[in-house]
């Protein structure tokens, strides 16, 4: 039994390694210029120095989250998911090079307001390159018939809390893990998760939608993973032993990538598997 195990953990091992997909590729890494502006209000105790250190502090804050829409525009992705999309962009983040002064002094209404116009030079930066929390996936097969066995995989280089999603091809959302079976998603640094567990109940079975037109179908598996625990998505598995959302649900995706947004960028990552499934 200890051999197999062995054994067992080993092919998982080599699967893992074998089946990591790369990372999205993005078609703008350069550093972009974008102006903003940033505002503060001079108080009774407050200096001159310090209100405008804290207009020029909120102009480079609001230049940083100006240019993620820049980077998540110029990037090319493999998938146009709207989830995919959605969560890629909440994971970069910037890092501004240089800073330029382009005017600044007080509000021409409000004599109270001191304002600074910038002109920022923003590199992006991914948290993996970082040296965050990093996911490593891997799927049984990604070529399935319908009604075949898959197998979902992954290991995580720090202890983590992950939640584990299909996406048809409708754009349809299901949250297979936690599930009302077990609403425990913590792993252990280092070690292979396997969904379904061994033992579950669970069994994960290739199968079109429903009046599904074509032979040929490409779906998606996305692995979130969260180094605390957070309570991203309410669970209440009343209808069933998944939670469903269905391609007009936009609510679930848009709540989660705010709540996502709140992390810090390196304490959080995400993953995603395609297979195809053939009839």
Known sequence: MAK???????????????????????????????????RAYLG??????????????????????????TFIKAHTLVSN?????????????GHIEKLEVLE??????EKNIYQVKVKALIRPVFPEKEGGLLIK???SKTDLKEGEEVKIFCQVNRDCYIYIFSIA??????????????????????????????GSRIQLQ???????????????????ATQEKEDLIPLGFREGM????????????????????????ASWAEATLTYRLRR
């Open 104 to 109: 600044e002094g007080w509000d021409s209404k």
């Open 44 to 69: 009774d105790n407050d200096t001159l120095h310090e209100v405008r250190e804290q207009a020029r502090k909120e102009a480079g804050a609001r230049a940083l989250e100006k240019a993620k829409g």
């Open 169 to 198: 091809a409708d754009g349809s959302v299901t949250l297979l893990f936690p599930n009302s079976l077990n609403n425990q998603n913590f792993i252990a640094k280092g070690k292979i998760y396997e969904f379904p567990e061994p």
């Open 81 to 93: 998911s709207q989830l995919v999309e959605d969560l890629i962009f909440a994971s970069v983040r």
């Open 137 to 139: 996936p891997a799927l």
């Open 242 to 265: 998944f939670q469903i959302y269905d391609a007009k649900s936009t609510g679930m995706i848009s709540d989660l990538v705010k709540k996502l947004n709140r992390l810090d960028p």
């Open 206 to 224: 290739a199968r079109f939608l429903p009046d599904y037109p074509q032979t040929v179908a490409q779906e998606r598996i996305k692995i979130i």
């Open 4 to 38: 197999k195990l062995l054994f067992l953990t080993f092919f998982f091992s080599l699967l893992l390694g074998n089946c990591l997909e790369p990372l999205p590729a993005f078609a703008q890494e350069q550093p972009v210029w974008v102006e903003e502006v940033g």
